[in-house]
């Protein structure tokens, strides 16, 4: 890939990423988690999805002339609701806080200006807006924060089949692995992976957050059905996901 066109800041030089900085150029951090994600795939799954996200993102971002460059991904998050299953890691807010503000701060003192925390996994999603918000009074540069799938929005739901949007280890996370990384979804266990469609019990509105053991909600540690993923419908998410966000973080308004 030509130097010019290069997303990933761990592939360019200092003085290339300087050359970034100079251009205003979006910093990109894809922020996940390392879990259970059923008997079928492997637990990096929000790893191999956030990141593939924001490097497609940054992608249409750069060929529609606005800089970017996507950070490695922010591996461990807040997974204590997987615990149970094992192969699970997971931090404390503290840490985790820690770890993003250390990420953004260094992009900071590199000289960028605008960071977008591009989050993979659902029980990141409040702690990532909140650790957002303190980088932003703190280091003195704009920086936003969001799950991918819900900035992807109503993008989803034409795609999938039994389910409008992610959930975990379902139609949407699976058949989007099948697309980047087909290794690490295990074919022959898709037969069991399914479970409830919802996390939470009769009566907690969507709007109400309390975290609760997957083991105790899903024997199978799945939320929705697998057994519709397909690779195609992966790349389709994939796409539907860049071309949404991608408009999303070039609105100039947004960074004013």
């Known amino acids: 890939m030509a130097q010019d066109t290069e997303i990933e800041w761990m592939r360019l030089t200092f003085a290339e990423l300087n050359a970034r900085a100079a251009a205003d150029a979006l910093v990109i951090v894809p922020v996940a ?12 799954v929000d790893i191999i999805c956030a990141s593939g996200v924001a490097q497609r993102v940054a992608r249409r971002m750069v060929a529609a002339g606005r800089p970017a460059v996507v950070m490695p991904c922010v591996w461990t998050g807040l997974a204590e609701h997987h615990v149970p299953f094992g192969g699970t890691v997971t931090l404390d807010y503290d840490t985790f806080a820690a770890v993003l503000k ?5 992009a900071a003192r590199a000289g960028f200006k605008r960071v977008m925390l591009l989050n993979g996994h659902g029980g990141n999603a409040e702690a990532v807006a909140v650790a957002g918000g303190e980088c932003q009074t703190e280091f003195g540069l704009k920086v936003a924060a969001g799950t991918y799938w819900h900035l992807a929005g109503d993008a989803f739901a034409p795609i999938l089949e039994r389910q409008s949007n992610v959930l975990h280890a379902c139609e ?12 690490a979804v295990r074919t022959d266990r898709l037969v069991d992976a399914h479970g409830p469609h919802s996390t939470r019990p009769e009566g907690q509105p969507a709007a109400m957050i309390r975290r609760r053991s997957f083991k105790e909600i899903t ?9 519709a993923a397909t690779a195609a419908k992966g790349q389709a998410l994939l796409d539907a996901a860049a071309e949404r966000i991608a408009d999303e973080l070039g609105n100039a308004r947004l960074w004013g």
């Open 172 to 183: 949407a996370e699976t058949s989007m692995v099948m697309a980047l990384l087909p290794e």
């Open 102 to 106: 250390g990420v953004v701060r260094s």
């Open 219 to 227: 024997p199978s540690g799945v939320i929705g059905d697998a057994r």
């Open 33 to 44: 988690s390392l879990e259970q994600h059923g008997p079928h795939l492997a637990t990096g």
